[in-house]
């Protein structure tokens, strides 16, 4: 059984930062990508960040290049998620996904298998 287990959300102040994980268990974490994807108050889903193990890619959003870092940790079969520099419109729910293309190497936009989601606000 895939799961997805996130962690790490929380309030911080604007400017501060974040370190989200992702916990994942049931399948071959090599062979698929896996994403963040948020959502804000009111708002759709806003992809994030996408990492592809097998090809050695990252990816990123244009609203958080430059400050949020994606990365695994092998030993822990875990997803992270490092944001810097927080800013009020960061506050979102933000999931963890797999991606469904298996060894692809480009962030498709297509996932079977989400986490619970973790909330972040970023407020003073």
């Known amino acids: 059984e895939v799961q997805l287990v996130e962690s790490g959300g929380g309030l911080v102040q604007p400017g501060g930062s974040l370190r989200l994980s992702c916990e994942v268990s049931g399948f071959t974490f090599d062979d698929y990508g896996m994403s963040w994807v948020r959502q804000a108050p009111g708002k759709g889903l806003e992809w994030v960040s996408s990492i592809f193990k097998f090809s050695h890619n990252t990816y990123y959003a244009d609203s958080v290049k430059g400050r949020f870092s994606i990365s695994v940790d092998n030993a822990k079969v875990t997803l992270s998620l490092e944001m810097n520099m927080l800013k009020s419109e960061d506050t979102a729910v933000y999931y963890c996904?797999?991606?469904?293309?298996?060894?692809?190497?480009?962030?498709?936009?297509?996932?079977?298998?989400w986490g619970q989601g973790t909330q972040v606000t970023v407020s003073s």
């Open positions: 996904a797999k991606e469904e293309n298996y060894r692809g190497s480009y962030p498709l936009g297509t996932y079977d298998y």
